[in-house]
T-cell receptor
Framework: GDSVTQMEGPVTLSEEAFLTINCTYT??????LFWYVQYPGEGLQLLLK?????DKGSNKGFEATYRKETTSFHLEKGSVQVSDSAVYFC??????????????FGQGTILTVHP | DTGVSQNPRHKITKRGQNVTFRCDPI?????LYWYRQTLGQGPEFLTY????????KSRLLSDRFSAERPKGSFSTLEIQRTEQGDSAMYLC????????????????FGPGTRLTVL
């Protein structure tokens, strides 16, 4: 079945540091890929998405590129802020059979940014 | 605010009791999903509805769990004879599914209901 693997966390950075959170996936067909963010005490929010190979999703300074050859969708940001502290989830949505329309999530990565 | 809402936000119950959660999706969203999130893990799919029809249930959804969406609008998730292992955050999401494969409309999540079984 479909699966998503995120880098082990948590991640602690100083403000303005470069961020990478690795995400790899296993899926049949051509899934859509997502990054969701969960701020303390809040629900999941879509951060960015990509629906086909080589697409780049971007939002709020975050970027991720859909790499089919490496089955990866790594999240990057050039300069993090304290307000980026949250839990980040990589997810895929299958496009075929019983996977269609359901999200499969990674285990999440806790990001803490210090001033 | 016209986002997904869930009630209650928190529920504490004793083992063996029944609990029911409610989800109100975004208006006109025809698909509604339930997920469960345990501490330190990502959400896991439980079940989903297209309008009032329940189209799929995960193997995680034991026979103590039942979900309904009677008029294709709000949905309820009931857990009978709760166990301590049911303690988790229960998330609801909705979307307006449009078009065929490749047309990915976003799932919007509610704030969740945190269940604690003592």
């Amino acid at each position: 079945g479909d699966s998503v693997t995120q880098m082990e966390g948590p991640v602690t950075l100083s403000e303005e540091a470069f961020l990478t959170i690795n995400c790899t996936y296993t899926a049949t067909g051509y899934p859509s890929l997502f990054w969701y963010v969960q701020y303390p005490g809040e629900g999941l929010q879509l951060l960015l998405k990509a629906t086909k190979a080589d697409d780049k999703g971007s939002n709020k300074g975050f970027e991720a590129t859909y790499r089919k050859e490496t089955t990866s969708f790594h999240l990057e940001k050039g300069s993090v802020q304290v307000s980026d502290s949250a839990v980040y989830f990589c997810a895929l949505e299958g496009t075929g059979g019983t996977s269609y329309g359901k999200l499969t999530f990674g285990q999440g990565t806790i990001l803490t940014v210090h001033p | 605010d016209t986002g997904v809402s869930q009630n209650p936000r928190h529920k504490i119950t004793k083992r063996g009791q029944n609990v029911t959660f409610r989800c109100d999706p975004i208006s006109e969203h025809n698909r509604l999903y339930w997920y469960r999130q345990t501490l330190g893990q990502g959400p896991e799919f439980l079940t989903y509805f297209q309008n009032e029809a329940q189209l799929e249930k995960s193997r995680l959804l034991s026979d103590r769990f039942s979900a309904e969406r009677p008029k294709g609008s709000f949905s309820t998730l009931e857990i009978q004879r709760t166990e301590q292992g049911d303690s988790a955050m229960y998330l609801c999401a909705s979307r307006r599914l449009a078009g065929g494969p490749g047309r990915t409309d976003t799932q919007y999540f509610g704030p969740g209901t945190r269940l604690t079984v003592l």
